[in-house]
C-alpha cells in the first residue's frame, strides 16, 4: 500500500481467522467445531506427556498453547494447577495478548477473572486490546473496553487502537474506541492519524465517524496532506467506489479544495497521478483547479498517464 507521495504506509500486522463463524455455513460451523475440538485433543495429549513432570516452564506453555487454540476449559485447568495469568513468550505477551489477537472471548474473560493485567503491554508495546483492534476482533475490543481497558495506549510506534482499526476500515471497532474515550487525533510515529487511515484506505464510515468526533477535516499531516488528498490517491487494496464516497464524503463536509502538500500538489493531482478517474471528475465537478502547477510546473494532466483521465482534464 502507499500514500500519495510515494512512501509505505506504516504496516500493522494483522492476523486473518479462516471462518467467520457469523458467516459460516452449518457445515462449515460443524468442521470448525470438530477442528476445534481436534485441536483442545492435542493439547490435553501434551499434557498428559508432562504430567508427571511439570514445572512454571511446562504449564506456561501449556496455558499459551490452551489459549492459542482456544480451549477455556484447559486454560482454566492449567491456572488451577499453578499456571501464571502473569506469564509472558519471548516477546512479551501474555496470555490474554494472545486470546484478544485471536478473539477468543471467553478466554479473555476467564483470563481477566483470574487477575490478568488488562494493559499490560509486550515488548512492542501492545496492549491485548491494541491486538484485538489491529485483528478486527470487535468482540473482544468490546470485552477489554467494558472490563476498563485503556484506549488510549499507544505501542511504541505510536499506533492506538483507534489508528489500527481506521488502518483496518473496522468502523465498529473505530466506533467502541471512540465511545470509551479514544483520542481522535493521536498521531503515530510516521504523523498519521486515524482519520488519514481510515481516508487512505477508502473507509467512509470511519471517515465520518472521525469528523463527528472532531477531528479537524483541514488539518496537515505528514508532507502537509490532508485527508482528502489520502482519500484522493487511495491505497491500491482500496475498491475505486469507495475512494470516490470518501472523497464525497469529504467535499459535502467541507474539505478545501485546492490545498497543497510539500510537493505542491493538490488533491485533484494526486487523483490524477494515480489515474482515478471517478475521483478527478467528482473533483473537477466541485470546483477544482486543473491549472494549478506543482513545484516542477507540472497541471493534473501532465501528471495523468489514463487517456480517459486526461481528457476530462483538458479544458
Excluded at 477468543?104 to 483470563?111: C, K, M, Q, R, Y
Excluded at 510515529?189 to 477531528?215: C, D, E, F, H, M
Excluded at 473533483?283 to 507540472?298: N, P, S, V
Aim: with cysteine; charged share 20%; hydrophobic share 45%.
Amino acid at each position: 500500500m502507499t500514500r500519495p507521495n510515494g512512501t509505505n504506509y506504516l504496516v500493522i500486522a494483522a492476523l486473518s481467522a479462516m471462518f467467520a463463524a457469523a458467516t459460516a455455513t452449518p457445515s462449515s460451523r460443524a468442521q470448525t467445531q470438530q477442528d476445534d475440538a481436534s485441536a483442545c485433543e492435542e493439547v490435553k495429549k501434551h499434557y498428559l506427556v508432562e504430567r508427571e513432570q511439570l514445572n512454571a516452564r511446562t504449564l506456561t506453555d501449556l496455558l499459551f498453547e490452551a489459549t492459542q487454540k482456544d480451549c477455556a476449559a484447559l486454560v482454566e485447568q492449567f491456572l488451577a494447577e499453578g499456571a501464571s495469568v502473569k506469564a509472558r513468550t519471548g516477546i512479551g505477551n501474555t496470555a490474554l495478548i494472545v486470546a484478544a489477537r485471536m478473539g477468543h472471548t471467553d478466554i479473555v474473560d476467564l483470563l481477566l477473572a483470574r487477575g490478568a493485567e488488562i494493559d499490560q503491554r509486550n515488548l512492542n508495546g501492545v496492549t491485548a486490546l491494541l491486538a484485538a483492534a489491529t485483528n478486527g476482533r470487535t468482540a473482544a475490543v468490546k470485552t477489554l473496553l467494558s472490563a476498563g481497558a485503556d484506549a488510549a495506549i499507544a505501542d511504541k510506534n505510536g499506533v492506538t487502537p483507534l489508528i489500527a482499526a481506521a488502518f483496518k476500515g473496522s468502523e465498529q471497532i473505530a466506533e467502541l474506541l471512540i465511545d470509551a474515550g479514544a483520542k481522535v487525533a493521536d498521531l503515530d510515529q510516521t504523523g498519521k492519524s486515524a482519520i488519514v487511515y481510515a481516508a487512505g484506505r477508502g473507509s467512509a464510515p470511519t471517515v465520518q465517524l472521525l469528523l463527528n468526533a472532531g477531528v479537524d477535516i483541514n488539518r496537515r499531516y505528514g508532507n502537509d496532506l490532508t485527508a482528502l488528498m489520502w482519500a484522493a490517491g487511495y491505497s491500491d487494496d482500496a475498491a475505486a467506489a469507495d475512494g470516490a464516497a470518501t472523497v464525497r464524503l469529504l467535499l459535502a463536509k467541507g474539505a478545501q479544495l485546492d490545498l497543497a502538500d510539500n510537493r505542491g500538489r493538490t488533491a485533484l493531482m494526486i487523483a490524477a497521478g494515480r489515474d482515478h478517474a471517478e475521483v478527478v471528475t467528482l473533483l473537477l465537478a466541485a470546483g477544482a483547479d486543473r491549472k494549478l502547477r506543482d513545484k516542477e510546473g507540472k497541471t493534473a494532466v501532465d501528471l495523468a498517464t489514463d487517456d480517459a483521465v486526461k481528457t476530462a482534464l483538458l479544458p
